[in-house]
């Protein structure tokens, strides 16, 4: 069984300024902003000085985001909650976005990552300039001593580099596992159906009886719930057997359902979230490096 | 059928599309729901903290207020009993000095009237001891004689009162 591992589905390619390819990403890309501004619109309407259900969540939230920030970056940094909210939302929307399965998570794409994580940089690079003057800011790169210069420079690079890798790498591994997974899985159950069916009828209905009579005992003396799930495993199985021995169906991979799932929830949901947050934090930490608070820039 | 992209690799317009999408999206959430809903924390949270100073103010003018008008009551109370006690003593002073007055008066009229009494009885006796020196003297000529001297007279009515006066 082959497993093979692409980057994004190109649907088609506009054929101007040289072709332009309109990928899964994109697509998903799309769907994530549509979805965020849609909400952000309804969210943000009809404020009231007395909340309602809704608004108490949204200004909840809205104030963690502010409080989030305030203390990571100092007070005098806190217009920047917006911008860090965005890449937050975007980031978990565009890695959820792959769990409804025909979309790809848009950082599941080196492409969007890096970008963001460019997005970031050139902020702390044009804060640094305006803050020192295009000057100042390269003689930034020669402290503390001019041999450090190259060095410097490479962790200015490694810096994007690094956390467009990060979020990537994470999403996109998740994505390796659960397809290595999928695959794994199949060939198991072809696996098990193959050695049951070849083994001949009588095997089958050993089976089959087997996982019947011990989901019947189980429920019946209410076992724990991992001798129901074994016996509703085995009846399946049998089942299935008996339908390939008499040709109706073949290599059904059942063992596919349920353990994905699980996977999922990991790398998927709480990579996915933990993965935003550390994209946020390390932004916000960048940034606020590049814009200290005015007492501390004087010094 | 389209192709797959590689796995790891940056496609400039998809990079592009994300810029893109990422800055329509923060304009707008930015716009339309981060700065409203901060906006109306913050102004919950000043109203509400106008309101707590407005409160607090109040009750210390509230307090200021009490303890005003607690003083000016007890004030007034001590200046009510200054005055009743004033007005006590000024009353007794009155009646002591009447008093003082009735007494002085009193003793005033009764002293008079002894001097008065007193006068008049020695008036009494002056004229009764000229009476009977005269009604003496006459007496006497019928049974002398003869007239009397004048100091004859005088020494006789003296020897007689004062033998009388012993009486008296």
Redesign the interface.
Known sequence: MNVS?????????IPIFGG??I?Q??VS??V??IV??TA??L???R?T?R?GGVQVL??KA??M??NLVSETMGPHNTYW???I???F??SICGTLIGMTGFLRS?TA????T???AV?TSVIIWYNSIKRNGFIGWLKGFTEPVAVMTPMNIVSEIAQPVSMAFRL?GNV?GGGVITSVLYAALSTASAAVLNLIAGNGLLVCLIVTGMGIAGLAVSLKKKKKLIWKLLSLVLAVVGALALLQYFGVASNIPILQIGLPAVLSLYFDLFSGLIQAFVFCLLSMVYISSACPAPEEAEQ | M??????????????L???I??I???A???K???????K??D??QR?IDDQYAQADAAQREAQRLQAEYTDKLSTARQTGEQIVKEATVRAQDRTDQILRQANQEAEAILEKAQADIALEKKKAVNDAKNEISGLAMAIAGKVVGRELTAQDQTDLVDRFIEGLGDAL
């Open positions: 591992v692409e980057g994004a589905f190109v649907y088609f390619v332009i390819p990928t990403t994109t890309s799309l994530v902003t965020l501004c952000g619109i969210l943000g309407r404020l000085k909340p949204v200004e809205v104030g985001l502010y909650a917006p911008y909210g965005t890449v939302l975007s848009t794409d080196l492409s969007t890096l970008t963001w997005m990537f996109m | 389209g192709e797959f992209e590689s796995l790891v690799g940056v496609n400039f317009w998809t990079a599309f994300t810029l999408n990422m329509l999206t923060f707008i959430l930015a339309f729901l981060f700065k409203p809903v901060k109306m924390i102004d919950r109203e």
